[in-house]
């Protein structure tokens, strides 16, 4: 991978990163007025990712041209380990390898090969 490619998936992991906090932040905003259990906050969790990760691994699959769906794969996999990295360097807990951490890494990869997939 020459620079200036390189360069494209920092800015579409950025981008990635920006819609996942604006879309938290609305959906925050509806779970608050509505007072909505733990449940609500789950789903809107998970459905971040998915649309994040879609959208990034679309981008990623367009700018590629070829092997579409493996750089969704990679650019869905770059942003759940760079949470995960995140989540131990803020929180101090080593990572463990657990249901929820498997579920969350399965639903990023298969978003963002999905959105690979459908990039024109």
């Known amino acids: 991978m020459d620079k200036k490619n390189a360069i494209n998936y920092v800015i579409i992991l950025s981008g990635m990163f920006i819609l996942s906090a604006l879309l938290l932040a609305a959906m925050s905003a509806i779970i608050w007025k509505t007072n909505a259990g733990a449940g609500a906050v789950s789903g809107c969790i998970t459905a971040v990712y998915i649309i994040s990760n879609f959208v990034g691994g679309f981008v990623a ?13 990679a650019a869905s996999a770059a942003y759940f380990a760079i949470i995960v990295v995140a989540g131990v360097w803020f929180m101090g807990n080593p990572i463990a390898l657990s249901p929820q951490i498997v579920t969350g890494a399965m639903i990023c990869i298969i978003s963002g090969m999905f959105g690979g997939m459908l990039a024109p």
């Open 61 to 73: 699959g367009r700018k590629a041209g070829k092997h579409k769906f493996i750089w969704g794969i």
